[in-house]
């Protein structure tokens, strides 16, 4: 199968995201088949093992993200992708790479739940379980696509992200975006971040904590001394899991490393920017909002690429111009109560909600008459 060239490609979402891992450099994948991202694993089985990349079908996704992490202290650039189910069953995996400071890249295309649920429907109900899905204290990034375009190239900044800050970093995708077909333009050139790796010298510990917050890795196999450990652990690397002063440096830089770097790591569209009605939404919840908002000046949408870290100075920004706020998800209120606790912070207590349940994405005839009744 031929590498897609520069230019326009007409191309469905899966399938995107897979050339965006292709082109940001993925050399090890471990999948399991689940609706609706099989795509994404069955054309990897045939692209990947093309780029001289390592391919494996697992039995369960327990052991799939286990492999993208060893794979990753190999020294290559690794990634799974599944759904809801599969999803939770990664939790404890997802929970070892962030004490480990392992990056992966972990690809969600979210569906109707809970338990099986609608294996080929849309919804946004993993966006808490993408943050607080395993125990602890500790910071991930999840990015989330709006269209085929954005399949690719979140997929690739998912890559770069995870290697800058040694976290694993997730695609938040669904079945509606991972099944639409579209236009998509393939650039020339990629800009791709590199892990930092410790000196070649193997001067330095594994652990040594530069001013970044972000540790040089110490790949297995390229002569250095790599303690790798999911215990609490000092910048040694020898575990001293009694020890309050180390757990609280350990967790406080895990977290600040991603949290003092927000505006990095941040990715949004704002569209009138000036408007007093706005609509915060994102991924499939944020196609008919566009729509709106591109025909009405007087409707302002902030359409995040980046859920989690929030990116919270952008909302702050909304909510201290707008006199109302319409949230839209297709949950049941997740990222609403977030975006309510940071308007209400400065003075906007117009905050509403829009749900959209039962697969479908939200239409423009359902958010215009909430739109109507809010204060603008």
Not at 352 to 367: D, H, T, V, Y
Request: aromatic share 6%.
């Amino acid at each position: 199968m031929p590498d897609p060239k520069p230019g326009i490609e007409f191309m469905q979402g899966n399938d995107a995201c897979t050339e965006g891992a292709l082109a940001a450099g993925l050399k090890f994948f471990a999948g399991y088949p689940i609706t609706p991202s099989t795509e994404i694993t069955e054309r990897l089985a045939f692209r990947l093992p093309e780029k001289g990349g390592v391919f494996l079908q697992m039995e369960d996704e327990l052991a799939c993200i286990s492999a993208i992490v060893g794979a990753s202290w190999a020294g290559v650039k690794a990634m799974t992708t599944t759904s809801g189910p599969g999803f939770s069953l990664m939790q404890e995996g997802i929970g070892y790479a962030a004490m480990t400071e392992t990056p992966v890249v972990i690809v969600n295309v979210m569906r109707g739940g809970p338990s099986t649920g609608q294996p080929t429907m849309a919804t946004q109900a993993d966006v808490m379980q993408a943050k607080w899905g395993s125990h602890g204290d500790y910071q991930i990034i999840a990015l989330a696509p709006f269209s085929v375009q954005e399949s690719y190239d979140l997929t690739v900044e998912a890559f770069n992200l995870a290697e800058k800050y040694r976290v694993p970093t997730m695609l938040l995708s669904d079945a509606e975006i991972a099944h639409m077909r579209g236009r998509i333009e393939i650039p020339k050139r990629i800009d791709l971040v590199e892990r930092k790796e410790l000196c070649s010298d193997r001067r330095g510990r594994a652990y040594d904590i530069p001013d970044e917050l972000v540790p040089p890795f110490t790949t297995f196999g390229h002569g250095h001394r790599a303690f790798v450990t999911g215990m609490t652990h000092n910048p040694q690397g020898n575990i001293a899991p009694e020890d309050e002063k180390v757990q609280e440096e350990l967790v406080l830089r895990l977290n600040e490393k991603i949290l003092k770097n927000q505006k990095d790591i941040s990715r949004y569209e704002i569209t009138n920017p000036d408007a007093k009605k706005f609509v915060i939404s994102y991924g499939t919840s944020a196609l008919a909002a566009k729509e709106i908002a591109v025909e009405n000046k007087e409707i302002g949408l902030l359409r995040l690429k980046t859920i989690w870290p929030l990116p919270e100075e952008q909302i702050l920004d909304i909510a201290q111009r707008a006199r109302s706020i319409l949230v839209v998800e297709m949950n049941m209120g997740q990222l609403v109560r977030e975006i309510q606790r940071l308007a209400c912070s400065v003075g906007c207590r117009s905050v509403r909600f829009m749900s959209k349940l039962g697969g479908e994405a939200p239409r423009k005839r359902e958010i215009l008459p909430v739109l109507s009744r809010m204060e603008g």
